[in-house]
């Protein structure tokens, strides 16, 4: 099936500091990708939707100033957690559709994660 | 916002009997998908059921889909230590957009 790669999978950062997290889709293209949030034990949270060469669609209560958002080509969209806060630690997971795979009502693939630590 | 509930929240069984997982959801649905994730992965997608279709099923998997009272279930038979996962179900709330998820059943499997 299809791959997406996402790096790094785990990064420890001070407050106050910004963090990239990359995310790919190998042997795809993904004009969208998607990115979630998870809490321990909990369930994954939409946090915007990446769109290649536009801006990216943010969902309500999402902050898009701290959640930087690229998606400069159509196989990486980065997230980029600015001035990260110790609330801001969470387990980030993309993911993205093949189109050629299943279309608009396929399934999707996700990376395997980041787990963000803010000290 | 999340579309599905599944119940039970956790779930603790033996090596060889069956494990069933159920999910309602809210608003109406074209597909609806089962994905499994091992404690700090990813997501990995187990099966997908459509609307029109009542039941699928996938080698030990076995899905339900009752769109009258907006509910599935998804039974894994002859279960496995390995099986030990949390399982979501998810659909799209409208097509080519995101993914919304349940809040998941986490599945314990003992030898």
């Known amino acids: 099936g299809a791959v997406v790669s996402q790096h790094p999978s785990r990064v420890i950062c001070k407050s106050g500091t910004s963090v990239k997290i990359e995310c790919r889709s190998l042997d795809f293209q993904a004009t969208t990708m998607f990115w979630y949030r998870q809490f321990p034990k909990k369930s994954l949270m939409l946090m915007a939707t990446?769109?290649?060469?536009?801006?990216?669609?943010?969902e309500q209560g999402v902050e898009k100033d701290k959640f930087l958002i690229n998606h400069a080509s159509l196989t990486l969209s980065t997230l980029t957690v600015t001035s990260a806060h110790p609330e801001d630690s969470s387990f980030y997971i993309c993911?993205?559709?093949?189109?050629?795979?299943?279309?608009?009502?396929?399934?999707?693939?996700f990376g395997e994660g980041s787990r963000l630590t803010v000290l | 916002s999340q579309q599905g509930e599944e119940d039970p929240q956790a779930l603790s069984i033996q090596e060889g009997e069956n494990a069933t997982m159920n999910c309602s959801y809210k608003?109406?649905?074209?597909?609806l998908q089962w994905y499994r994730q091992n404690s700090g992965r990813g997501l990995v997608h187990l099966i997908l059921i459509r609307s029109n279709e009542r039941e699928k099923h996938s080698g030990r998997l076995r899905v339900t889909l009752d769109t009258s009272k907006k509910s599935s279930s998804l039974l894994i038979t002859a279960s496995r230590a390995a099986d030990t996962a949390s399982y979501f179900c998810?659909?799209?709330?409208?097509?080519?957009?995101?993914?919304?998820f349940g809040k998941g059943t986490t599945l314990s499997v003992s030898s």
């Open positions: 998810a659909s799209i709330r409208q097509a080519g957009t995101a993914l919304i």
């Open positions: 990446s769109n290649e060469g536009s801006k990216a669609t943010y």
């Open positions: 608003t109406s649905i074209n597909n």
């Open positions: 993911s993205a559709r093949d189109p050629s795979g299943g279309g608009t009502t396929g399934e999707l693939f």
